[in-house]
């Protein structure tokens, strides 16, 4: 059996956008995206740091530069502009990884720009 592990994180992304009546997603700067190793069309899961809320969707490449962080469809109805949310992204193996596995992890300042990879 597998066991899922976090793969990548960007850690307090702010919201800058969100769009209910696109057709579903998170629109993610695309810089942001190289840096978390995610792929467009890729699962993610986005913890918003505001409300609590807990969803799964896929990201969609946006702008690059631009900082952008869309909630799209009705991801847009649990996050509000300004909101702070952690966007993760997992990986499965059969065997535990070796040990001093860590994921990546990307931190962002208010404008949605890479501040520390680790």
Not at 15 to 43: F, N
Not at 47 to 66: C, D, F, P, Q, V
Request: aromatic share 6%.
């Amino acid at each position: 059996m597998a066991r899922v592990f976090v793969k990548s994180k960007i850690h307090q992304a702010t919201v800058t956008q969100t769009d209910l009546r696109y057709e579903g997603s998170i629109t993610l700067d695309p810089t942001l995206m190289a840096a978390a190793d995610i792929e467009p069309y890729e699962q993610v899961h986005v913890l918003n740091m505001n409300n609590g809320y807990r969803l799964e969707t896929y990201a969609i490449k946006g702008k690059a530069n631009s900082g952008v962080v869309c909630m799209n469809g009705a991801a847009a109805r649990h996050t509000e502009v300004g909101d702070q949310v952690i966007v993760l992204t997992y990986e499965s193996f059969v065997q535990v990884p070796q040990a001093g596995y860590k994921p990546t992890v990307v931190q962002v300042n208010a404008k949605n720009k890479i501040t520390k990879v680790k």
